[in-house]
């Protein structure tokens, strides 16, 4: 039993917890860019974290159910419904948890901010596993099939989940390793506006902003990177996504901390973004902070989607 996909929208993906423990093959991680909002989708519907969902980017698309199947979005506010012979049976406001009967579509439009929306599915979506992971980055067409279990779950749509201010572009970051090679980098950074670039996705998100200029070094060798680092290239800031490489060349200049790099996933082209330099003890109580209001979100949603709760 399947969710068959009628258009994929902008672009689509099966996501999970990603593959951690390959870094040193040359394997990215990769994962949900937004893995607060996927573990949300997750919990909504009973699962555990990690289970695979399907990361929907600005503009959402159509799918339709062969089976009953217990869903949920939760993430970018997305304009959803579920559709019968093209009426709409009923308007969804996310994050939610709904059944989508047999035969019947859901509809989803795109976001009014934010830029990731993710749809689970009970035990999560059924796709062939790749060293230990269903995470893919190869785009949903129409037609494909998403394997899922057959259930039922009621509308549950829960209050106060959300761990930042949606319009909040701050992302606060460390000096990378080569935030020495000018004097004024760091500077540029805290003081600059930078607006995100059309040219962005998964594996990193271009900036636009006031031409940064350090010398160049043609001997310079690649060293290891991670989702958050902050490059500079041809005068201009990429932000690594969580489908970047293990290994890079241009100056690493900065580092996104670990509590913002859902945010980083949810900047859309257009949106504004701002810097703030912290120190590594306020990156890690940071962490430490959210990774404690984010268990505490989604197991009192578990904990409201078992029977009697």
Known sequence: MSLIVIDPGQCATVQDAGRPGYLRFGVPRGGAFDAFSADLA?????NPAGR????????????????PLALAI???????????????????????????????????GRASCGLRTYLAVR???????????????????????????????????P????????????LRVLPGPDAGLGSYLLESLANGVFRVGLHSNRVGVRLAG?????AGDPSRLSSPVAPGAI???????????????????YPHVAQVVTADLDRLGQLAPGDDVSFELVDLDQARALDRERSRQARAILARIRSATRPGG
């Open 42 to 46: 997750n919990a909504l519907v009973g």
């Open 52 to 67: 695979a969902v399907v990361e929907l980017t600005l503009r959402g698309g159509e799918f339709e159910a062969e089976c």
């Open 74 to 108: 939760a993430g970018a506010p997305m304009p959803a419904m579920v559709v019968e012979a093209g009426t709409i049976v009923r308007s969804l406001d996310p994050p939610t948890s709904f059944t989508l009967a047999a035969g019947r579509r859901l509809r989803l």
């Open 123 to 157: 035990q999560g979506w059924q796709t062939p596993r790749v060293l230990d992971s269903r995470s893919r980055e190869t785009f949903l067409r129409p037609g494909d099939r998403l394997p899922g279990e057959p259930g039922v779950v009621p509308i549950h749509r």
């Open 159 to 170: 209050r106060e989940v959300s761990l930042t201010e949606p319009s909040d572009r701050r």
């Open 210 to 214: 006031s031409p940064i200029v350090v």
């Open 231 to 249: 490059q500079l290239a041809g005068e201009q800031l990429i932000v690594l996504g969580v489908a970047c490489g293990t290994m890079g060349g």
